[in-house]
């Protein structure tokens, strides 16, 4: 191994590495979006009350029930 040897980088991650450089602010913009989407506060009252009015499915769905 050369005594100056660089370790490797992939081209993929050169470009995120340029991305964060160029544009400071990605990383909390990012942050923001998945606040927007899915960090969300569940209501469990209303989950349960939910799992409590599922009907479960019978296993095949197009036979009608027989008496």
Excluded: C, H
């Amino acid at each position: 191994m050369p005594f100056l040897w660089k370790p490797y980088t992939s081209d993929v991650t050169n470009f995120i590495d340029e991305l964060k450089a160029k544009k400071p602010t990605l990383e909390a913009e990012q942050r923001a979006g998945r606040a927007l989407l899915w960090d969300k506060a569940i209501d469990r009252q209303a989950q349960a009350e939910w799992r409590d009015a599922r009907v479960p499915q019978q296993p095949y769905v197009y036979q009608t029930k027989s008496k």
